[in-house]
Nanobody
Framework: QVQLVESGGGLVQPGASLTLSCAPS????????MGWFRQRPGKERKFVAV????????FYADSVEGRFTITRDITNSTVYLQMNSLKPEDTAVYYC????????????????????WGQGTQVTVSS
């Protein structure tokens, strides 16, 4: 059974940091790109960050560039999202996802290009 299990969400104050993890299992994800998306209440799910299969290249949404960092453990394909300087507008359910396409074809922001999804983890930024 293929699973992507996110963890690390929680309630933090503005300006704080949080690290999310995504542990894939049940298939070989070593050649998959891995991405993070988020969904705010009443809004559509949106791209946050993506990392290449070898961990060497990453792309970010403009809203998180410079504050969030995506990394990857290539030994087990676990993916992390380090989130710094969190803002209330970062409040959302965060999802990780995998895609077999590389990240250089310009489609990595599209939800329909990802094959497997986790169940999501809630991040709340509030004072």
């Amino acid at each position: 059974q293929v699973q992507l299990v996110e963890s690390g969400g929680g309630l933090v104050q503005p300006g704080a940091s949080l690290t999310l993890s995504c542990a894939p299992s049940g298939a070989d994800f070593s050649k998959d790109a891995m991405g993070w998306f988020r969904q705010r209440p009443g809004k559509e799910r949106k791209f946050v960050a993506v990392i290449s299969w070898n961990g060497e290249t990453a792309f970010y949404a403009d809203s998180v560039e410079g504050r969030f960092t995506i990394t990857r453990d290539i030994t087990n394909s676990t993916v992390y999202l380090q989130m710094n300087s969190l803002k209330p507008e970062d409040t959302a359910v965060y999802y990780c996802a995998s895609r077999i396409l590389n990240i250089f074809d310009g489609t990595y922001r599209r939800i329909d290009t990802y094959q497997y999804w986790g169940q999501g983890t809630q991040v709340t930024v509030s004072s």
